[in-house]
């Protein structure tokens, strides 16, 4: 066995891995024994193995806070439009910069596109309440205009959430596309040449052609984000929420602000930061287990 | 080669580029704005006059700016840590994904499970900052490479890639004499400049706005990156949601609201003068085409 | 195959909980003190104190930690600054605690989480310390008895070293007195005339808003919406304040008095461009002399004509009373319960409370930074200032800062022969007369809430938010969302909450404490 040719390939693999061992095992596996606060009462004196252990009863803690129903169900909810609304955006703008034909165009645009990933949510989020603004912002008064009515946008449950996915989508869709295009790059160009001499027209060229190279991506990224789940991003609910909508803007990542952290209540939080960890994974096995029916699994 | 377009593709060419650029103006505005803000005068701004376009246009801003030396050195510290920091996550990450990508190395099942165990599950802030310390790396800029040196999405992006390129050139290579080395320095590398130059991208723009790492790692100031100046005075401005726990200090030291936007102006222009270089691996065709060839 | 991976799966298995282990016995080890002498022949460690860094020290001058003054400061006590970060100082904290690092002074402003240091048993009492090795600080307990009740935990022990900082408004009620005169009305003196004048202005067309809903809210000062008060000498929950200020704010919103969009304005950003565009009318304003200043210079060119008046908060059916202000004592600094050389922290807190020291780091060093005019102490060169002491603030969270208070010294920096220097002058002044008084006190029953023990503060933070999101809503409900509707709502929240455990432990720490906590008619009076 050990004279095998795949022993021989292997030899150079595990020494190319052998750093990257050491390196997961020191500053991944290691400090994930300091998941056991979630199940002990931590203070900085007993340290991480000195406090007393309590077992499950910060997570009883958290599902018998009657917010807590709320507050999961609002995370998994705008996480799973902003998933199901967002995902085809960043590709779809990936296939419609790489059919533009003048580079300058395309560089220009590529450029411009990828600005909004760079303004955090302070200033995105003023900009987009300032848009929407009942009272002065541009959006009602071409609406008054146009009716001589103004819509509170930012102040009802169903508009609200179309503002919060739609600004998540334009801030992300020009970084998202970047890996969609370095995909797209390295298709051979003269599939689109004999595409077209076959009668093909370019929508369909990027239907039969351009989507099914770059598929394998598009399942990787859709699994990782289907691991992630969880995490509706603290800054861009915090800096878009107000008063009306938070029955359904209140997530698990604002709640731990308030409550969890600077309660000093590390145990606490790291429970709840258990449970997210859990759910990902079982949704990352969910996905995975799916996409391996396509042939496009993880492992 | 030239060829004959339809009329239905001139259409959708034009309907695309519509689009596009309606959508690119739309990325533009805020930037747009932010400059405005950055050349107007304090008082316009406080009076909500500015838009698109500067008022009572001043240098002043970034006059402040740069008279805080401690903005050159910032950058500086920014460009170091950037540069060294996407080297060691790209040499790292290609050192992980190659031979995951390799459908014969053991145990790869478990190994990409095990990998992609650890971005769902963490220790948390107190556990890395005590390994970090026990490592002696409080205060260095290890502290900031070392624990971040594989970012797992990307580096499965990256076995993706590698796992998309042809058997047929990696038994080609074999034929040839070359080992597993070979295979990867002299094929795979020069197919997949398009996802390095990608990965380089994120893990630099990560590296560059990075302010969190650097405010609990490292506590010299002069060891502090730009982004960690530009965060100062953001924060420095959201003083009103704290109004328990104030000082007279923090009414002193608020950043208005030119200098700040002066600020991400800053952070932001270098990245933009990187992008358009690596924009090129982005190109479609050019490589496959000349490995063919 | 099967063997192999299992046996590799083995190993690797086996090697992660050793290096675990390992990981673990080496923090644990760290997480112990670091090795003390008790030698007094061997000279002593310095001691370490937490500085708030801002970013803002000049490079050529140093860093927070080290530049001229942390030197000059060790020519007399040994001392090494731990720069913390502003804005996230708590986790910074945490992290240095954690790992055993923490500064033996620990001065944060935040005062919750000192409290949670308290409990979490990691404060070093400082009574005896005071007693045996201070002087100065001694002296300032006598002189302010204030500063060792606010101090005291609720085990009775003093923990906290504090300051005294002296009256410092922050809080104004400003009007547009050219609006007034032009609408031909008088100053308001209850909140239904002020809603009379709002309205009057409103429909005279002189004014876009009546006043500001976001930003700094005067109308729950006026109407004692604290959440807490006093009923029949005992500390309760209010509810009735509550619903009036809730009312009067939702009749100035129907009526389109104020600005529809308040909710978002989350940093009350939108309220003051509208003032400083002279749209307000009547405008509640939190900040600074030199903001109020800043303010008013910016909507005067806005608006040429327009005349600012500082007036008393309207009287409401729950009493006159009067914005917020700075606490005139601010506990500072705690002692970590590791601190290896107590004796020297004294040392160092005593340095930085005396007089002399308060003044140098204020004004800089005598013949270099400043030199004495007739009495008055004058700047040699603004440059130099700046950058060598305009950052000082920080260094100045001890003691008795009180002899430079920010605010007169502001009011008596104007130049006398500006005439608008002088419009400021006033504005400042006869907030100064009107808010720091006994007569119209602070709506809240004390500036010094009790630290929470953990269970009640993990109420507290989950309904808080939700209660207010009600109170809100109801003010932009219509007709649809009543008061008295809201008012049930609430009490039903509040019960499922757990409310009752907050008001049982307010109840009795009210009255366990009501003859010695320092309470808002406690504050006035004070001879800075």
């Known amino acids: 066995m050990f004279k095998s040719r795949r022993f021989q390939y292997n030899i150079p693999l595990f020494i190319m891995f052998a750093p990257i061992i050491a390196y997961f095992l020191i500053f991944k596996f290691a400090p994930m024994g300091g998941l056991v606060i979630a199940f002990k009462n931590y203070n900085f004196t007993d340290g991480i193995w000195g406090s007393s252990w309590v077992g499950l009863d910060h997570f009883r803690t958290l599902f018998t806070n009657p917010n807590m129903l709320n507050i999961l169900r609002n995370t998994l909810v705008l996480s799973f439009l902003q998933l199901v609304l967002g995902f085809p955006f960043p590709i779809l703008l990936a296939l419609m910069i790489n059919e533009i034909r003048r580079s300058w165009f395309k560089k220009t645009v590529q450029t411009a596109v990828f600005f909004p990933h760079f303004l955090n949510w302070v200033i995105v989020g003023g900009i987009v309440i300032t848009i929407f603004a009942q009272e002065t912002g541009i959006i009602n008064n071409i609406m008054r205009w146009l009716t001589g009515d103004s819509y509170p946008f930012l102040y009802n449950t169903g508009s609200w959430l179309a503002i919060f996915i739609g600004s998540g989508i334009w801030k992300s869709a020009g970084w998202g596309a970047i890996i969609y295009l370095a995909a797209l790059a390295g298709v051979d160009q003269s599939l689109y040449e004999a595409a077209g001499l076959d009668g093909a027209n370019r929508l369909r060229q990027i239907w039969h052609i351009s989507l099914p190279s770059i598929r394998p991506v598009i399942f990787i990224i859709l699994?990782?984000?289907?691991?992630?789940?969880?995490?509706?991003?603290?800054?861009?609910?915090?800096?878009?929420?107000?008063?009306?909508?938070?029955?359904?803007?209140?997530?698990?990542?604002?709640?731990?602000?308030?409550?969890?952290?600077?309660?000093g209540r590390f145990s606490l939080a790291a429970a709840l930061g258990f449970f997210e960890s859990i759910i990902g994974l079982i949704l990352v096995l969910t996905a995975n287990s799916i996409a391996r029916r396509f042939n496009n699994g993880l492992w | 080669m030239m060829m004959r377009e339809s009329l239905g593709d001139k259409t959708f060419g034009v309907v695309n580029n519509i689009l596009l650029i309606l959508f690119s103006l739309s990325c533009l505005l805020p930037m747009v704005h932010l400059i405005a803000l950055s050349f107007s005068s304090q008082s316009a701004i406080v009076s909500g006059q500015v838009g698109l376009w500067p008022v009572g246009s001043t240098m002043q801003a970034y006059e402040k700016l740069f008279e805080n030396s401690r903005i050159l050195t910032a950058f500086k510290n920014s460009v170091i840590i950037t540069i060294v920091g996407v080297a060691l996550n790209l040499l790292f990450t290609i050192l992980c994904s190659f031979p995951l990508s390799r459908s014969y190395m053991y145990g790869r099942r478990f190994f990409t499970l095990a990998i992609v165990f650890t971005m769902l599950f963490s220790g948390g802030l107190i556990p890395g900052y005590l390994l970090v310390k026990s490592l002696g790396l409080v205060n260095t800029y290890g502290a900031i490479w070392l624990p971040g040196l594989v970012s797992v999405y990307n580096m499965l992006v990256m076995r993706t890639f590698f796992m998309g390129i042809p058997e047929e050139l990696v038994e080609s290579a074999r034929m040839d004499g070359g080992g597993e080395w070979t295979v990867l320095f002299r094929i795979f590398l020069p197919l997949s400049l398009p996802v390095i130059a990608a990965l380089g991208l994120f893990y630099g723009v990560g590296h560059w706005n990075a302010f969190f790492n650097m405010l609990i790692f490292i506590h010299s100031p002069d060891k502090h990156n730009l982004a960690v100046m530009v965060q100062q005075m953001i924060m420095s401005q959201s003083i009103m949601q704290e109004i328990g726990n104030l000082s007279p200090e923090d009414f002193k030291t608020i950043t208005p609201e030119s200098i700040k936007s002066a600020g991400i102006i800053v952070m932001v222009v270098p990245m933009l003068l990187v992008y358009p270089f690596l924009q090129k691996y982005f190109i479609k065709g050019m490589l496959i085409g000349a490995v063919k060839g | 195959m099967k063997t192999m991976r299992k046996s590799v799966s083995f190993m690797l298995a086996s090697l992660v909980v050793l290096v675990t282990i390992l990981a673990a016995c080496s923090s644990g080890n760290n997480e112990g003190t670091t090795g003390g002498d008790s030698d007094p022949n061997v000279k002593k460690d310095p001691i370490t104190v937490s500085m708030y860094d801002r970013g803002n020290v000049p490079p050529e001058v140093g860093t927070v930690d080290n530049n001229l003054w942390t030197q000059w400061i060790n020519e007399t006590v040994p001392v090494e600054y731990v720069p913390v970060p502003r804005w996230e100082s708590v986790q910074r904290f945490n992290t240095l605690l954690a790992a055993g690092d923490a500064p033996d002074l620990i001065l944060e402003y935040d005062n919750a989480y000192r409290n949670q240091l308290y409990l979490q048993k990691q404060l070093m009492p400082i009574e005896e310390l005071i007693e045996q090795h201070s002087v100065e600080y001694k002296a300032l307990l006598e002189e302010f008895p204030l500063l060792r009740q606010l101090g005291t935990k609720s085990d009775g022990q003093l923990y906290e070293f504090g300051r005294l900082l002296g009256y410092i408004p922050g809080g104004y009620l400003f009007i547009r007195e050219d609006l007034l005169e032009a609408a031909g009305l008088e100053v308001p003196q209850t909140v239904e005339e002020a809603y009379e004048a709002m309205k009057k202005v409103k429909a005279d067309q002189l004014a876009t808003f009546g006043t500001n809903m976001s930003g700094y809210n005067w109308m729950d000062v006026a109407f004692q919406n604290t959440t807490w008060v006093l009923e029949d000498g005992d500390m309760v929950k209010d509810w009735e304040r509550v619903a009036a200020a809730t009312q009067y704010k939702k009749r100035l919103f129907d009526e389109g008095l104020i600005d529809r969009d308040f909710m978002t304005d989350k940093n009350g950003e939108k309220a003051l461009q509208d003032f400083v565009q002279g749209n307000t009318f009547m405008f509640g304003f939190a900040g600074n002399a030199l903001l109020v200043y800043n303010n008013y210079e910016t909507l005067r060119s806005n608006v040429p004509d327009a005349k600012l008046a500082v007036i008393p908060l309207p009287r409401s059916e729950f009493g006159q009373f009067s914005p917020y202000f700075n606490d005139p004592v601010q506990m500072t600094g705690v002692v970590n319960i590791k601190a290896q050389d107590p004796e020297s922290v004294m040392r160092y807190v005593d340095l930085m409370s005396s007089e002399s020291m308060a003044h140098t780091l204020k004004y800089g060093q005598e013949g270099v930074h400043y030199e004495m005019v007739d009495g008055v102490e004058q700047t040699l060169d603004q440059d130099k200032y700046e950058k060598e002491v305009s950052w000082l603030g920080d260094y100045r969270m001890l003691g008795g800062q009180h002899i430079i208070n920010e605010f007169t010294k502001y009011v008596e920096d104007l130049d006398p022969s500006d005439p608008f220097d002088q419009e400021v002058r006033t504005l400042l002044e006869t907030a100064f007369n009107l808010y720091i008084d006994k007569e119209r006190p602070l709506p809240e029953v004390t500036k010094y809430m009790p630290g929470l023990p953990d269970d009640i503060q993990f109420v507290v933070s989950n309904v808080n938010e939700p209660m207010s999101d009600l109170w809100s809503r109801a003010i932009v409900g219509g007709s649809s969302v009543t008061v008295d509707k809201t008012l049930e709502e609430a009490k039903t929240l509040w019960s499922r909450s757990d409310g009752e455990q907050v008001e049982q432990f307010y109840l009795e720490w009210y009255r366990e404490n009501k003859d010695t906590w320092v309470f808002t008619e406690d504050l006035y009076d004070m001879n800075f």
């Open chain 1, 223 to 263: 699994i990782l984000s289907i691991g992630s789940i969880m995490e509706v991003g603290f800054d861009q609910v915090y800096m878009l929420q107000n008063s009306a909508v938070s029955q359904i803007a209140d997530v698990i990542s604002t709640w731990n602000y308030r409550v969890g952290i600077t309660g």
